[in-house]
Nanobody, 123 residues
Framework: VQLQAFGGGLVQAGGSLRLSCAASGRTISSYNMGWFRQVPGKEREFVAAIKWNGGSTSYADSVKGRFTISRDNAKNTMYLQMNSLKVEDTAVYYC?????????????????WGQGTQVTVSS
């Protein structure tokens, strides 16, 4: 499966963005999926994950209550709604697909990655 993340951009603190992850080559209903983010010099960080059927989700503590992960298997797309954005949310955001069972929060358990989209939050 090929993944493409888009929807990033520049937003002021307190604002909102919605990221999308469009898949091609195979239906995403075969995969548990997630969002990660990375800033230069740091390891890739878990943001949110969702089970293949949308029935279960997990969030990093830093985004809980502000971000919402969702998916539309019919559209072969996953989303990340980001509200109340903070300067520290600035990063390149990546979407990923995993064949591992359950909601997956560890980068090493993901099999496919999108190319990333930059999110910059200004103060």
């Amino acid at each position: 499966v090929q993944l493409q993340a888009f929807g990033g951009g520049l937003v002021q603190a307190g604002g909102s963005l919605r990221l999308s992850c469009a898949a091609s080559g195979r239906t995403i209903s075969s995969y548990n999926m997630g969002w990660f983010r990375q800033v230069p010099g740091k390891e890739r960080e878990f943001v949110a994950a969702i089970k293949w059927n949308g029935g279960s989700t997990s969030y990093a503590d830093s985004v809980k209550g502000r971000f919402t992960i969702s998916r539309d298997n019919a559209k072969n797309t996953m989303y990340l709604q980001m509200n109340s954005l903070k300067v520290e949310d600035t990063a390149v955001y990546y979407c990923a697909a995993s064949t591992s069972i359950g909601v997956v929060t560890t980068p090493s358990r993901y099999d496919y990655w999108g190319q990333g989209t930059q999110v910059t939050v200004s103060s």
